[in-house]
């Protein structure tokens, strides 16, 4: 297989790691009002991904580099011409990230509640808007002989990638629902498992109109079979968010219904990338000269094979520490398990 | 101004900014650390004061380093296509490999760390602090890496038909000369910045709440400033060998530092100048007469060549253009960067000399009261050296956006018009102020908040209910 395949593949599944990991810090963070009715709950809310968002986020990053070390040309071409929509997914993920850190440095109910807007916020945006910008990429774009992006703002909203917007959204919804339910125990648990059931229904109708018509533009046996497998999982996942749990009659198969969901996102971003093959980013203006392709787009085989050896000894390793993270903080949490807000900073005198 | 200057601003402004918390986090994690192990090892608990209350302040500068840290990956893509096409072969790599060896230690880490109180063993548990520390230094040392190579580009060679610099040697990427001291410079200046941050935040303790956890301010104060001292002579000595370096591959920037315009041999380095820098007859300057050959050569009587020589030798190697970099900013970043960072280390002197033998500064007195503001000055005395210091780097480096290889004018995305650069810049530098007014804001809440007390919680009648240690 050439090494340009090779990183395909590769950022292929740091965006699918992405996708199904910030994808549940997404959904927790839009559900924040919805399933959180008081301060306690909202942290309980917050607390299922305390310990591990941030190094989810750390796939964005790690595909973005990748990105730019492996295919120098997409990198430059897509981030320069999906500027506008970047920006505010930028803004959205610095605001969602303070957010977490700061909405409890302060006994204020104002104070928090900006927060939660910051949190829900940054959540809802880039949750719909990857979905934009990746039904974009599988669609193409305008580009000239350079490469270079030679539509605007409203190019990007077009039906199809506004659809792919909804499709993420509403994924992302139900996917982090079940998570909190899989995170949480009592009245939580129960509002998150029927919520997870009710958006499930939606987002599974808005999913497979978007996968029938992501491969009626452009089928290949591959992007048929993951788009197939993507469906199934996700109706796979809702029905296990209906059984009751075998150990706990207040539950639902949530381990199974999770699974479900993670593999459906999966299987989803692996229908976009198998689509999208050998393109990176094809051109709706003279496709056969203009679009980005892994030959045209990548970097040297030197670097690339200098890559592949990096990406080869320190992916597992990653892996491996992340998983265990998810391992220690595998118990479940309620409200009875969030501490009393840490007394305020006596002010005396400054 | 067009969209490259547009985007030069931006750069300016979103790097710098986020170069204030990114030196705080490296040096405060190894403070942090160290706390944390004293406690480990000593079992005192005036450690474990120290560790949760500097960790605070930590996480509530770090939370500003990752969220502004994401910016600077996107925007060499958003605002910078032509150089992110041209150097992406070489550029790109350390970049990935910062994300997948440092980013993810770090996040992990620290989610661990903050999270894993009662979850981990003790000694686990203070690894992850160390993880993290060091996670942030292999992180610094990948960006500079990248940075060294646009200062001093090796390793590649120029493919003409793709446009583009390919990669022929990591090795030599990796071991750039300049890259070998800038890390060590960087890293050192990390450390002056969260030893002064440490030091003085326990000082005005001591100051204004006095009686209070003196055993452990007094510790903080001590190692915080024998940290800034030990940090300054680092940076002197790195330093030093940077502007040898820097005399060798960038000998404009060198000339550019001291608005040399021409040629001298000895060269005199001057403290300051009253004037335009413009190369005629300054009003007034103050002269260390042989001390800029030493800087730059190493001997007091070496050539060190002038802007004017330069140019020529450029137009002749390059074509005619404007090889000159803007010499009142690279002349005056140059000194305020050093006088700013030894200004720091004064304090920490007198800080050291404050706390001796058992000494406990007063703030009736008027040493006391100098020394609180004294305080008030040493945390932000280094991040104005880091910033004057970067700035003199980035814009000495000036036409070049890679030395020698490729110009800033042609680096910027064509396909991204001013509006939109504009647009960024408004909502970067809006939201930037506001999150300043915010961090500053708790940092000193917690910081005037003082050490927690760290008694143990009553147990919950079972393992399963009790509250987390540590909870958002």
Redesign the interface.
Known sequence: MPLHTVWFLLIAVLFTGYFVLEGFDFGVGMLLPVLGRDDRER?VV??TI???W??N??W???A??????????W???????F??P??LI??A???R??A???????DDAVWKRRFDWCIVFGSVVPAFLWGVAFANIVRGVPLDA?H???GNLFTLLNPYALLGGLTTLLLFLTHGAIFIALKTVGDIRQRANTLASRVGVAAALVAVVFLVWTVARHSTPLSVTFAVLAALCLVGGLIANRMPSRTDPQGRREGWAFTGTAAAIAFAVAALFATLYPDVLPSTVDPATNSLTVANAS??P??LK??TW??LV??PI?LL??GW?YW??RKR?GT?????P?PA?????? | MDATDLARWQFGIVTVYHFLFVPITIGMAFLVAGFQTAWVRTGDEKWLKLTKFYGKLF??N???G??????Q??Q????W??Y??F???????P???????A???E??????W???WD??PKKIHLACIWIVAWGTVLSAAFILVANSWMQNPVGFKINTERG?A???D?WAVLTNKVALITIPHTIAGAFLTGGGLVAAVAVWHLL??PGRDTAAYRSAAKVGAWTTLVAMVALALTGDVQGKVMTEVQPMKMAAAEALYTTEQPAPFSLFTVGTLDGSRPVYALELPDLLSFLATGTFDGQVQGINDLQAEYEARYGPGDYKPNIPVTYWTFRLMIGFGALASLIALWVLWATRKGRAPDVHTRGGRLLLGGALALPLLPLLANSTGWIFTEMGRQPWIVFGQMKTAMAA????GSG?VI??MV?FTL?YGA?AV?EVG?LL??A???V?DVSP?PQAESDQ????????
């Open positions: 942290r917050i607390n305390g310990p591990v941030d190094g986020e750390v964005i990053l790690t973005g580099g990748a990105m730019f070390a492996a295919f120098p040309e990198y430059a071409t897509l981030f320069s011409g500027y506008l970047l920006l930028l803004l993920l610095i605001l990230g303070v977490f850190e700061y909405r409890g440095k302060r350079d270079q992006y030679t970097s040297t030197y670097t200098i890559m990096v990406a320190f992916t990653v520490y992340q993270t220690v903080f949490i009875h398990h969030i501490p009393e840490a900073p006596a002010h005396t005198e400054a | 996480l509530i770090f939370a500003m990752v969220v502004t840290g994401i910016v990956e996107f060499f893509g958003m605002n296509s032509e992110s096409r150097v992406g072969d070489i550029f790109g790599a970049l990935a490999m910062e994300a997948l060896l980013f993810f230690l996040s992990t880490f620290l989610g661990l903050i999270f894993g979850r981990l583009r390919e990669l022929t990591f204004r709440r995305s064509p396909s991204v939109d647009t960024s909502v939201l999150l915010v708790l809440k917690y005037k908040a003082g927690p919680p209910d009790r509250p987390l240690a540590f909870a958002y």
